[in-house]
């Protein structure tokens, strides 16, 4: 049978090809614009870190000045999206710039800024605490001083404990509780450190100066904890017995002065732990032992 002279030729016409591949190119082009018009930050970042970690890309290019360059579709095309982008929030511009260098002598002064508020703030705190124990300080009770970061409140065995014993006296809760006032709203480490003179003891309770040093700086802290909701994790234990006394042990006087009690406000460590200041670590050589 022969064809039909009227019928069209089988297939596709020849012009229908090149016109499928026009709009297949065109169809690239314009998700190729949308593409770059609305990248995702997050995700380039880290597919590119991705890609540095596999293939090993050079993470410095020692340059004299940052590239700096100006995007077409980041200025004149703005994606519709709801949230707003990080792309979205940078401001590109071909401008120079003067590129800022913290110098050694920057830092440096940096660091004693830091350094003198910190101070200042610490000896406001502590005559604070002085006005709040000023009648106990007169009494001879309670003495209040600073030691660079650190506050230092000394309760001296006078009206606080018996000779040989670690318990309170009865009559001395009103000067803890402005105590534990004060220590509440301090902040860094608690230290609570306790101290004897260089008499030798051994009773029943305690089996030497450790012992008795170590049992009357637990009083204080337990007493401490339990009047306020203070975080334990601040607080430290020390017993030193006779290892750091005030004066020499030389006298009855002397003995008495020795034997004591120290709540210090050590702010050096909170200071340094702090990641948030505009140092990022501050170096000094700070002793645990409290020296007059």
Not at 138 to 167: D, H, M, W
Request: charged share 25%.
């Amino acid at each position: 049978m022969s064809d039909c002279p009227k019928c069209p030729p089988v297939g596709a016409p020849a012009w229908l090809a090149t016109f499928a591949d026009l709009m297949s190119l065109l169809m690239c082009f314009f998700i190729l614009l949308l593409s770059m018009a609305s990248m995702d930050v997050v995700k380039f970042k880290k597919v590119a870190d991705s890609l540095k970690e596999a293939f090993g890309v050079q993470r410095e290019i020692q340059v004299e000045q940052i590239p700096m360059g100006t995007s077409v579709i980041e200025q004149h095309f703005s994606p519709g999206q709801i949230q707003q982008t990080p792309l979205e929030e940078i401001r590109q511009s071909t401008e120079e710039e003067k590129e800022q260098i913290d110098t050694p002598e920057d830092m440096d002064i940096a660091k004693q800024k830091v350094i003198e508020a910190t101070l200042k703030e610490i000896a406001d705190e502590a005559e604070k605490i002085k006005q709040k124990l000023n009648a106990e300080i007169e009494q001879g009770l309670v003495t209040v001083e600073t030691n660079g970061f650190r506050i230092v409140i000394r309760i001296n065995e006078k009206g606080s404990f018996s000779s040989a014993s670690a318990v309170l006296k009865p009559g001395f809760e009103p000067v803890m509780d402005k105590i534990t006032e004060s220590v509440m709203e301090s902040k860094g480490k608690v230290i609570v450190a306790g101290h004897t003179d260089d008499i030798p003891i051994k009773t029943v309770m305690y089996r030497s100066n450790w012992e008795l040093s170590s049992s009357r700086a637990v009083t204080v802290a337990q007493y401490i904890l339990e009047k306020q909701h203070i975080d334990p994790h601040r607080f430290l234990i020390e017993g030193h017995a006779d290892t750091h006394p005030l004066l020499p042990n030389d006298s009855p006087q002397n003995r008495a002065v020795n034997r004591r009690v120290e709540i210090v406000l050590a702010r050096d460590e909170a200071f340094l732990n702090d990641r948030n200041q505009a140092v990022e670590t501050l170096q000094m050589d700070a002793t645990p032992d409290i020296k007059p």
